[in-house]
């Protein structure tokens, strides 16, 4: 059954008399194309938890280790293709002359989905950083063996890491500044499956509605968002988002 009701018709209200739209994103949009989640089931890798490996210690400790746990979740990655939320958050921005998403995904699908006017708040899985010269590449389009060893860098010799913020890490220069300006200014921000439990990003949106955004939060599950949110859409963001496109007028 489609989805429907009157969240939808609100929500549908809020984006209709909306002039700028910010959409934030986490890990449940990706959910429906069979990409795990970090905190729901089926995160788990070889027993470890997210939080266990995405940390410079870890890399420090055991940079074999932590690559080859990035060449598992980046084939995933890969492998997956948008489900229909992605392509909604996509149509949405053709809606909207001022548009930002801000994805937590280091996943690339929005890209694949088209969003263009997007910052990748946690950086790419599909690009390494040189240790030593600090130099931003693409991945090899194939990710290759788990247990390869980590890769190094072609001009200085580096050890390459993954281009993603870890844990305890600082934000890449700019992103969060440009994400917090926008929603202070924005006129509705739609946040669709992230638990809230990471900051800043949970806090862009509330920072936005306290600077006056409606706020719409996309989650199947409660968090602090969809306690916050004038409008909350307890439902899978690959039923929701396209019912909520599909209410806007052309
Ligand atoms: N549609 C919408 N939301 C969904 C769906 C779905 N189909 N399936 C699950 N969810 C929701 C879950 O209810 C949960 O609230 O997605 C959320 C996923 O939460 P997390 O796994 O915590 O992911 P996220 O919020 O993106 O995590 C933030 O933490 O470790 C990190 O850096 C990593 O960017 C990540 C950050």
Same mark, same amino acid.
Do not use: K
């Given at each position: 059954?489609? !989805?429907?009701?009157?969240?939808?018709?609100?929500?549908?209200?809020?984006?209709?008399?909306?002039?700028?739209?910010? &959409?934030?994103?986490?890990?449940? &949009?990706?959910?429906?194309?069979?990409?795990?989640? !970090?905190?729901?089931?089926?995160?788990?890798?070889?027993?470890?938890?997210?939080?266990?490996?995405?940390?410079?210690?870890?890399?420090?400790?055991? $940079?074999?280790?932590?690559?080859?746990?990035?060449?598992?979740?980046?084939?995933?990655?890969?492998?997956?293709?948008?489900?229909? %939320?992605?392509?909604?958050?996509?149509?949405?921005?053709?809606?909207? $002359?001022?548009? #930002?998403?801000?994805?937590?995904?280091?996943? %690339?699908? /929005?890209?694949?989905?088209?969003?263009?006017?997007? #910052?990748?708040?946690?950086?790419?899985? /599909?690009?390494?950083?040189?240790?030593?010269?600090?130099?931003?590449?693409?991945?090899?389009?194939?990710?290759?063996?788990?247990?390869?060893?980590? $890769?190094?860098?072609?001009?200085?010799?580096?050890? #390459?890491?993954?281009?993603?913020?870890? !844990?305890?890490?600082?934000?890449?220069?700019? &992103? #969060?500044?440009?994400? !917090?300006?926008?929603?202070?200014?924005?006129?509705?921000?739609?946040?669709?499956?992230?638990?809230?439990?990471?900051?800043?990003?949970?806090?862009?949106?509330?920072?936005?509605?306290?600077?006056?955004?409606?706020?719409?939060?996309?989650?199947?599950?409660?968090?602090?968002?969809?306690?916050?949110?004038?409008?909350?859409?307890?439902?899978?963001?690959?039923?929701?988002?396209?019912?909520?496109?599909?209410?806007?007028?052309?």
């Amino acid at each position: 059954m489609a !989805f429907d009701g009157p969240d939808l018709d609100r929500a549908a209200e809020i984006l209709a008399g909306a002039e700028s739209l910010l &959409v934030l994103t986490g890990a449940g &949009v990706s959910a429906e194309s069979g990409i795990p989640t !970090f905190r729901g089931a089926g995160g788990l890798w070889r027993n470890f938890r997210a939080e266990e490996l995405a940390t410079p210690e870890a890399f420090a400790r055991d $940079p074999g280790l932590v690559w080859s746990w990035y060449r598992w979740r980046r084939r995933i990655c890969l492998e997956a293709s948008p489900n229909a %939320g992605h392509l909604a958050i996509a149509g949405l921005e053709d809606r909207f $002359p001022s548009f #930002l998403l801000a994805t937590q995904n280091v996943d %690339g699908l /929005h890209r694949r989905a088209s969003s263009r006017r997007m #910052l990748e708040l946690h950086g790419s899985i /599909h690009h390494s950083r040189c240790t030593g010269c600090g130099t931003v590449a693409d991945l090899p389009a194939d990710p290759g063996p788990e247990d390869a060893p980590p $890769p190094r860098c072609a001009p200085c010799g580096g050890l #390459l890491r993954p281009h993603i913020v870890w !844990f305890g890490e600082g934000y890449h220069e700019g &992103v #969060l500044e440009t994400a !917090f300006a926008f929603a202070r200014t924005a006129g509705a921000i739609l946040v669709a499956g992230t638990s809230a439990m990471v900051w800043p990003p949970a806090a862009i949106a509330l920072d936005g509605q306290a600077h006056g955004a409606a706020l719409i939060d996309v989650n199947p599950e409660e968090t602090e968002i969809s306690r916050a949110a004038d409008v909350w859409l307890a439902a899978p963001s690959g039923e929701s988002l396209p019912a909520l496109l599909a209410r806007l007028p052309r």
